[in-house]
């Protein structure tokens, strides 16, 4: 018999911004002094992954029955991200609450879109998942991110819980990169209480 990876229909809105905010231009700053090389489209550069990914010297973990929590692995922070101590600091405020596992840079190129697409262990409503929280670093007018048809206004320095097991997509139809920073980490009850509100 398999357990249900869902707990109940979902009860709480789709998109919240938290009463958190962070130094935008301080991020995009470090962001820019990496010299990150040309890329087309889309690129995801990873601050934070499975140990045995961001030091190849480490053995990687046996297959797991179940990947979508985080636990079947040990994570590490990349030297990318220790490089870069306001980022890092964003990182560590989650960690003193949380267990926090995947920490990316997600660019979408000018003039370019994701498709509309559904994260399916992305939402506090699932069983044994993670959420991710979306914090902008650079935007533009021509960024729109929609969840379930409808755009969100996030802007930079702001801190989103999505409800990405919903579909969604994003536009960015100006000329210069759309930069976000997202935070996967476990659900405990600090994270309920903030995404909650209480």
């Known amino acids: 018999m398999s357990e249900s990876t869902e707990v109940s229909e979902p009860t709480m809105a789709d998109r919240i911004q938290l009463p958190l905010s962070f130094d935008a231009e301080k991020m995009i700053a470090e962001v820019q002094a990496l010299n990150l090389h040309d890329y087309v489209y889309y690129d995801v550069l990873p601050l934070r992954g499975p140990a045995h990914e961001i ?11 179940d990947y979508a929590d985080g636990t079947w692995t040990d994570w590490l922070n ?6 870069c101590p306001e980022l890092l600091k964003v990182l560590e405020y989650f960690q003193e609450h949380t267990r926090v596992t995947l920490v990316r840079l997600l ?10 697409h559904t994260d399916p262990t992305l939402g506090l409503d699932i069983w044994k998942s993670v959420i991710r929280l979306t914090i902008p670093i650079q935007i533009n007018e021509g960024v729109e991110f929609y969840l379930n048809g409808t755009t969100v206004p996030m802007q930079p320095g702001e801190c989103w819980y999505l409800r990405l097991t919903d579909p969604h997509s994003v536009v960015n139809a100006g000329t210069t990169d759309r930069i976000n920073l997202t935070i996967d980490m476990e659900p405990n009850e600090w994270v309920r209480a903030l995404v909650a509100g209480t």
């Open 55 to 65: 030091d190849s010297s480490l053995p990687p973990p046996p297959p797991a029955e």
């Open 107 to 116: 660019r979408l190129a000018p003039d370019s879109v994701v498709r509309e």
């Open 78 to 83: 990349s030297s990318v991200l220790k490089s």
